[in-house]
Each structure stands twice: as C-alpha cells, then as structure tokens.
C-alpha cells in the first residue's frame, strides 16, 4: 500500500503550488521505533506542544499520505517529502519521524521518502514492559476502532459500553502479540546494524510522566527547555475490560506467555 501511493505521486511533476514553503532540509534527525499501543500517540503530541524537537508523526504511514494527496493540489512525491521534512521540523531543524518497524523497512527496501530518517542523529526506541496487556489493547482497539480519547475524559462511558460488547478472542491477542513480538525482534536486529545514539522510554515510563520522556530526547540532543504545566490532552483508551482479558489470557495461554516473556526480543515470532 504504501509503495503503490508512493508510486503514484513519484509519477508526478513537482506542483507549482510547493514553490512557496521552503525546501530547508533537516538539521537533526530522530526516529521513533516503536510498535503499536506504546503510547508513542502521547509522546508524540507532547513533543508538538513543546516545539523544540519539531513536531513528529507517522510520515511515512500511506493513511497520512494519502490525507496529504487528498488536501493539496496534484503533489508529487518530492512535494511531500519537502513539505513535511521543512514543515514538521523545529524552528532549529530538529526533526521526528514515529514508525512501525513494517513501515520503516518497507520505506528503506524502496528507498522511499529518506529526507525523513537519512542521515539519524536519535534512535527513541518506544516500548510496552506489558506485552500481554499491549497485544490486548491492540485487539481491543482494532475490534471497536477506539484507539485514543481526550484528555478530559470525555467518552469513556461510551469506550466501557463497547469494550463490553467485544467478545473475548484469545486468537485475536496472540495475532496481536506475534506482531509486536516480531517486530521487537526486526528492531533489535536493526539497532545492533548501526551505531545511531539511542534513547530507551517505555509506556510505563510516559504513563507515569510523559515530560520525562520528552526531557529524555532533549537531553540527547543537548536542548533546554521549560516544562509544561498543562496535562496533556491526549491519551490512551482504556476500561477495565482490558485487565480482566489480560488476566484470562494469561491464564489461559499461560505457556505461551511463559515462552515470550523469556526469549521476547531473541528469536522471531513468526508461525
């Protein structure tokens, strides 16, 4: 999917329109490698409220792109990568891409769009301690198609009701695991290939502050700043249906728990 969008705007010739926003290239650049429900979405958002890391996303996500194509005139494939690579940077140049690692090999195997993540200056490697409690809430998330709510709380009568309503799929979960667990693996593989600085944050660690995950970033790249005083207005979906499927699934599949939780990271999950 992602090739054949990007195939399709490289066909084009530059749009006029791109002629106005600057083609400044870059000056830093950091990658966020996660996997899903890791609370990158959190992360990312106070990293935008900051501004001086730049404003990361899921640039390299064919849903974005193609919102992209929808809302200007006839882009081409360079238009986007200098739109965003100038746009979506810090007044300073810091930029952030957030990437799956299926997204980010696919981007790399075709070349594609590598303004966003070429040369890397910061690898923040984003991950979920829980990985039961991760692949349950991707299962909850894809079944009802709730995958954040708003700061305030507003919503959560209605996400209980239809976290309620979902029927337990212990297949489903394992689905969900063998993708993060895999895509763990690839990442490792992937870290160990290069000597890019890296920064390790967990879910847990955002849950409890998500300033210090941003602090973390910045400190890397030797950058100050005042702390924010707002609660973030982001913020996973969750009810208590998640813990009680946690519970039963690690009840139920308790071996498979056992396994991945010793050779998580080790081995593939692939079968």
């Known amino acids: ?38 609370g990158s979405t959190l992360l990312c958002s106070r990293i935008a409220e900051y501004g001086d890391l ?14 992209f194509e929808r809302l ?8 986007f990568e200098r739109y965003v690579s100038s746009c979506f940077a810090s007044r300073d140049g810091v930029f952030g891409l957030k990437t799956d690692w299926w997204r980010f ?33 991707l299962a909850l998330a894809q079944a009802t198609q709730v995958w954040h709510v708003r700061g305030d709380g507003d919503g959560d009568d209605d996400l209980a009701a239809r976290h309620a309503e979902t029927p337990f799929d212990a297949r489903a979960i394992i689905e969900q695991a063998r993708n993060i667990l895999n895509q763990e693996y690839y990442w490792r593989l992937y870290f160990e290939s290069c000597d890019t600085p890296r920064v390790e944050l967990t879910y847990e660690d955002l849950a409890r502050n998500v ?8 400190d890397a790249f030797d950058l100050s700043f005042a702390p924010r005083r707002n609660s973030p207005d ?38």
């Not at 090739?3 to 329109?17: M, N, Q, W, Y």
């Not at 200007?72 to 238009?79: K, M, Q, Y």
């Not at 300033?211 to 910045?218: T, Y």
Request: glycine share 4%.
């Open 1 to 38: 999917m992602l090739e054949s969008i990007c195939s399709r705007l490289a066909a084009r010739r530059d749009s006029p329109f791109f002629r106005q926003t600057s083609a400044r290239a870059p000056v830093k650049r950091y990658l966020i490698a996660t996997t899903g429900r890791t």
């Open 54 to 67: 730049g404003f990361p996303n899921e640039f390299l996500n064919e849903s974005y792109i193609s919102e």
């Open 72 to 79: 200007f005139p006839n882009p081409s494939l360079d238009d």
């Open 105 to 137: 090999r696919l981007a790399r195997e075709a070349e594609l769009l590598r303004a966003f993540y070429e040369p890397l200056d910061l690898i923040v490697w984003l991950r979920r301690e829980d990985f039961v409690a991760q692949a349950v809430s």
């Open 211 to 218: 300033d210090d995950g941003v602090q973390a970033i910045a």
């Open 234 to 271: 982001v913020r996973k979906a969750r009810s208590g249906v998640a813990e009680a499927w946690s519970a039963r699934f690690e009840d139920e599949c308790a071996d498979f728990v056992a396994f991945w939780r010793e050779y998580r990271g080790l081995v593939s999950a692939s079968g």
